[in-house]
């Protein structure tokens, strides 16, 4: 019995779907494909823009006469033919007179119908710039652990005499006084508190780290999650099984996971609250850190995502900067703590914010890189 042909979805529809072109064509990234002789085979819109050129006059004519021949967009080219790996680097410098000079995230992959043709997927935003805006976070972290130094010698001292005293006046207050000690009381246990949060940042002991899954950390957390504060809302889980350990520390990447899970159950609506945790490896993930030659490998992936309103874009350029919060009683520390607890793990933090879907994505290096 000869068995029926596959319906497309056009055939049931009556629509036809827009074709391979004008999906390219919308995208935001240029887009080459680089056949084996090293030519380029086709190039989208963004392409065009980005090579300064026309397809017609692109198509056909040798990348190597765009780019240096020892660009390193022309080494992972070679890399992907070699391995047959996909290979993402970031924060990648090039630079000619034809297109003058651009940072830029590629992405390099084997095109499946033709092995020898390579397609290369390039972004003109940088995650360098985010790597930099990391780098000055680490500065005000830098700072916040000298005043946090300072804060818990030269604060919290006078605020248990001043919490002591009032509770001694409390014992001989009236009845409409007594509400005005237990005041003083709360103010000095709120300020002692944030002594505490800013002391943390002081902490430049060595981490003890040892090999640990991922998974279990991040089971921690959404126990933790589940019997608290993310009550109200529905957890779900998208794991990887085949994820390599992490070389770190559990406490501190479980308060990390917490943070970070924290804020995504409040930003929750109270009916319908989504948060998905997710894992992933991704294999070649390489981020060019500035001020360094070396590439840092970061192939671990963790995303945190929430349903909410989303991050207000006036506070996202400065989302981990210390004191920068939309919460009427946040103090502004959590994510700047996160980001430091990450960068002494070698890793690196991001988010991407619209209405409706918020991720935070930590990538991390593994123990056997």
Same mark, same amino acid.
């Given at each position: ?10 055939? #049931? ?20 494909? $680089? ?19 026309s397809?017609? *006059?692109?198509?056909?004519? #040798? %990348?190597?006469?765009? #780019? /240096? ?10 890399? $992907? ?9 970031y ?22 119908e ?11 935003? +940088? ?5 930099d ?10 700072s %916040? ?17 001043i ?6 006046l409390?014992? *001989? ?5 007594? /509400? =005005?000690t ?14 505490d949060?800013?002391?943390?940042? +002081? ?57 970070l ?9 109270? +009916? ?25 490998? =970061?192939? =671990? ?22 004191? $920068? ?5 946040? *103090?502004g520390?959590?994510?700047? %703590? ?15 914010s619209? /209405? ?11 123990? $056997?890189?």
């Open positions: 019995m000869t068995a029926a042909p596959a319906v497309k979805n056009d055939e #049931l529809t009556g629509d036809k779907g827009p074709d391979g072109d004008s999906i390219l064509n919308a995208l935001a990234a240029a887009i080459l494909v $680089v056949d084996g002789a090293g030519r380029i085979a086709s190039v989208n819109l963004a392409g065009e823009q980005f090579l300064a050129g397809a017609a *006059t692109l198509q056909g004519i #040798l %990348l190597s006469e765009i #780019l /240096p021949i020892d660009s390193p967009v022309m080494a992972l080219v070679s890399q $992907v033919r070699t391995t047959g790996n996909a290979v993402y680097e924060g990648m410098q090039i630079e000619n007179p034809r297109i003058g000079q651009h940072f830029i995230n590629v992405q390099a992959t084997l095109l499946l033709k092995k020898d043709h390579v397609v290369l997927s390039i972004q003109e935003r +940088s995650i360098a710039d985010k790597i805006r990391q780098l000055t976070h680490r500065g005000a972290a830098r %916040l652990s000298a005043m946090g130094a300072m804060l818990a010698h030269e604060v919290k001292n006078p605020l248990s005499g919490r002591g005293a009032a509770q001694l409390e014992q *001989t207050a009236s009845e409409d006084d007594r /509400p =005005l237990q005041i003083i009381r709360d103010e000095a246990d709120r300020v002692c508190a944030l002594v949060r800013m002391e943390a940042f +002081s902490d430049t002991l060595p981490l003890e780290r040892d090999a640990l899954n991922i998974h279990q950390v991040l089971n921690r957390v959404r126990q933790l999650a589940e019997n608290g504060f993310g009550q109200h809302v529905k957890f779900i889980e998208s794991y990887d099984p085949s994820l390599p350990n992490v070389y770190g520390n559990r406490d501190q990447l479980v308060q990390t996971f917490l943070n899970v924290k804020n995504a159950c409040e930003a929750c609506p109270k +009916s319908g609250g989504e948060v998905l945790l997710n894992t992933a490896y991704k294999h070649g993930v390489r981020f060019a850190v500035p001020g360094s030659d070396s590439l840092v490998h =970061l192939p =671990l992936i963790v995303n945190i995502q929430d349903n909410g309103d989303g991050i207000p874009e006036d506070l996202q350029e400065h989302l981990f900067d210390p004191f $920068v919060t939309s919460k009427l009683k946040g *103090t520390l959590g994510l700047p %703590l996160v980001a430091k607890i990450i960068s002494q793990h070698g890793g690196v933090i991001e988010f991407d619209i /209405p409706r879907r918020t991720i935070f994505r930590v990538m991390l290096p593994t123990d $056997v890189n």
